[in-house]
């Protein structure tokens, strides 16, 4: 093929290519998403295309206006319609071997005081007492868990006051009202720092530890509590 055609044929997919770019601009983020198999088809056809062409081929292509859009069809179901398991498989093999299995995860690293809020307001309606916990750091980073953008992330500690232990639960809100609940992992120092918070938050409030006022809302621990004492005051006599 002589070096004029490809320059014709180069011309014209550079053409082509431009107008498909400029296409996208009108698009969506979620048109754009759905449209990926689409680009990456688009834009290997116009980096590689002229260089599978033959004489014949370019003959043949330059006979429409728009010969990236005539191929793009048939190059999409080719790279998306086989099975890439195998090239997968060497794929991880190659980042086991250049990383190492043997690679630690990286430590994480505690919200600190400055990080959060914890509101006064808690419910001690439950099993557990519930405290809200404003927070101005990374759920990505932090708990590994990534919402929407759009979406908003609540923080809550849920205590146990018997056991004396605390659980972070994270509730992601999305624009439509819908709510979804992820358990998050609390770091020791970062648990410590919670109830500490809500212990204060309880003694300024109440006058009493966050147990003592949890009891309160309890009349039936209340009574099992009592119902001990007096047992134990009978057995003391005999």
Not at 4 to 12: F, N, Y
Not at 14 to 43: C, R
Not at 128 to 141: L, N, P, Q, S
Request: glycine letters at 4%; aromatic letters at 8%; hydrophobic letters at 35%.
């Amino acid at each position: 093929m002589s070096h004029e055609w490809k320059d014709v044929l180069q011309k014209r997919l550079d053409a082509n290519y431009t107008a498909f770019m400029e296409s996208l601009q009108k698009k969506t983020v979620s048109e754009l998403i759905a449209m990926a198999p689409e680009i990456t088809a688009a834009q290997q056809l116009h980096e590689e295309l002229l260089d599978a062409c033959d004489e014949d081929d370019a003959a043949f292509l330059l006979r429409f206006d728009d010969p990236l859009e005539t191929v793009r069809g048939y190059w999409e179901s080719e790279i998306t319609g086989c099975d890439h398991r195998g090239e997968m498989g060497h794929m991880l093999w190659r980042v086991r071997e250049d990383i190492g299995s043997d690679t630690e995860q990286p430590e994480k690293r505690p919200f600190t005081k400055d990080e959060i809020a914890v509101d006064p307001v808690m419910d001690f309606s439950r099993k557990e007492i519930v405290a809200y916990i404003e927070i101005w750091f990374d759920v990505g980073k932090r708990f590994q868990v990534y919402p929407n953008v759009d979406d908003s992330c609540d923080l809550y500690a849920k205590y146990d006051p018997v056991s004396r232990t605390l659980r972070g639960e994270l509730c992601i809100k999305d624009c439509d009202g819908g709510e979804q609940w992820e358990t998050v992992e609390l770091l020791p120092s970062e648990q410590e720092m919670i109830v500490k918070s809500m212990e204060e938050i309880c003694q300024k409030d109440t006058g009493k530890s966050l147990r003592d006022t949890w009891v309160d809302h309890h009349p039936a621990i209340n009574k099992k509590n009592l119902q001990e004492k007096k047992n134990g005051r009978h057995q003391h006599e005999r």
